[in-house]
């Protein structure tokens, strides 16, 4: 099971592959919404912003996310290290369940650009 530090580095590392993503996938990423991370094994959460092309966690704490943020994901911790590491391939885990992402449907079509 991935460690609460490991998530968070996996999701440094997705802020830092937004933050370098050219074309379509930078111009879906520069949007400035909240977001929220869930780690449903762990039961912590990442809360923070998508903003300049980026992800910015402000805070973690224990538990599901105490506000709706706009952009919301749910998953295991060794899904989303999976996920960024490039070893799970985020369409099929959606599909079957694994990962949860719940959006407005403007920023669920933006979003698609980045998966």
Same mark, same amino acid.
């Given at each position: 099971?991935?460690?609460? =530090?490991?998530?968070?580095?996996? /999701?440094?590392?997705? @802020? *830092?592959?937004?933050? !370098?993503? =050219?074309? %379509?996938? $930078?111009?879906?990423?520069?949007? *400035? &919404? @909240?977001? @929220?991370?869930?780690?449903? %094994?762990? *039961?912590?959460?990442?809360? #923070? $912003?998508?903003?300049?092309?980026?992800? =910015?966690?402000? %805070?973690?704490?224990?538990?599901?996310?105490?506000? &709706?943020?706009?952009? &919301? /994901?749910?998953?295991? !911790?060794? %899904?989303? +290290?999976? /996920? +960024? #590491?490039? *070893?799970?391939?985020?369409?099929?885990?959606? #599909? @079957?369940? &694994? +990962?949860?992402?719940?959006?407005?449907? $403007?920023?669920?079509?933006?979003?698609?650009?980045?998966?």
């Amino acid at each position: 099971m991935a460690t609460i =530090e490991e998530c968070r580095a996996a /999701l440094d590392q997705l @802020s *830092d592959n937004l933050g !370098g993503a =050219e074309g %379509d996938v $930078r111009a879906a990423a520069a949007m *400035d &919404r @909240s977001v @929220s991370c869930h780690l449903t %094994d762990l *039961d912590v959460t990442f809360a #923070g $912003r998508l903003e300049g092309g980026r992800i =910015e966690v402000h %805070d973690t704490f224990a538990g599901p996310p105490h506000e &709706r943020a706009q952009i &919301r /994901l749910a998953l295991a !911790g060794d %899904d989303l +290290v999976a /996920l +960024v #590491g490039g *070893d799970l391939h985020f369409a099929r885990a959606w #599909g @079957s369940g &694994r +990962v949860r992402l719940e959006a407005g449907l $403007r920023d669920l079509f933006r979003l698609r650009k980045l998966l």
